[in-house]
């Protein structure tokens, strides 16, 4: 089955902690992105890559760290820095990140600081 | 500045009735166009696109009409099914979008669909 795998599903984390959220894809998509949803907003981008060990910041990419260092893999690290980090976290991958490439989604993280 | 908006946060139909879904945006650098369904505590996922060449292009029981002048798209569901209950996004992107090297979606902020039987 190919697909996009996110874990865990949901992550609690205390203040000042440092959290990696896991994505993987067997999709062999070259371009993953990684969003964040808050309650009645849409979803925003945090951070985007389009080949190995290369990435961009997205719109709301303080707080946060991502790697690239495989094709399969694009974790994202939410940092003590990231003022409000409790929200649903969706990782995305197209096929090679041009306009019309359809991104397929996983199934989410949520993660909620305490 | 909210580039794609959906104004309407929530809508009721009834089963086997049409289900009309409206989404504008402001750039009108836009060129293409997507629809995402999204069920609660799953990723959304891919239903419908449009190129802003056309106005309308169709896929079984849902519909998507661009109305460039007015920078308005929207989602028709005919007939409406249980299963469509769901929240549902529009996006927009730049096609031209390839100087960074990736597809910057922008999406709205959702509209739930409850459909009743």
């Known amino acids: 089955d190919g697909g996009i795998t996110q874990s865990p599903k949901y992550l609690f984390r205390k203040e000042g902690q440092n959290v990696t959220l896991s994505c993987e894809q067997n999709l062999n998509h070259d371009a993953m992105y990684w969003y964040r949803q808050d309650p009645g907003q849409g979803l925003r981008l945090i951070y985007y890559s389009q080949i190995v060990n290369d990435f961009q910041k997205g719109d709301i990419a303080e707080g946060y760290s991502v790697s690239r260092e495989k094709k399969e893999s694009f974790p994202l690290t939410v940092t003590s820095a990231q003022k409000n980090p409790t929200a649903f976290y969706l990782c995305?991958?197209?096929?090679?990140?041009?306009?019309?490439?359809?991104?397929?989604f996983g199934p989410g993280t949520r993660l909620t600081v305490l | 500045d909210q580039q794609v908006k959906q104004n309407s946060p929530s809508l009721s139909v009834q089963e086997g009735r049409i289900s009309i879904l409206n989404c504008d945006y402001t750039?009108?650098?836009?060129?293409?166009f997507l629809w995402y369904k999204k069920y609660p505590a799953e990723g959304p996922t891919f239903l419908i696109s449009?190129?802003?060449?056309?106005d309308k292009n169709e896929d079984g029981r849902f519909t998507v009409f661009l109305n460039k002048s007015a920078k308005h798209l929207s989602l028709h569901i005919v007939p409406s099914q249980p299963g469509d209950s769901a929240v549902y996004f529009c996006a927009a992107t730049l096609r031209g979008f390839a100087f960074q090297g990736a597809q910057k979606l922008v999406f709205g902020q959702g509209t739930r669909l409850t459909i009743n039987p």
């Open positions: 750039n009108s650098m836009f060129d293409y």
């Open positions: 449009i190129s802003s060449i056309k």
């Open positions: 995305a991958s197209s096929r090679q990140g041009r306009g019309t490439d359809t991104q397929y």
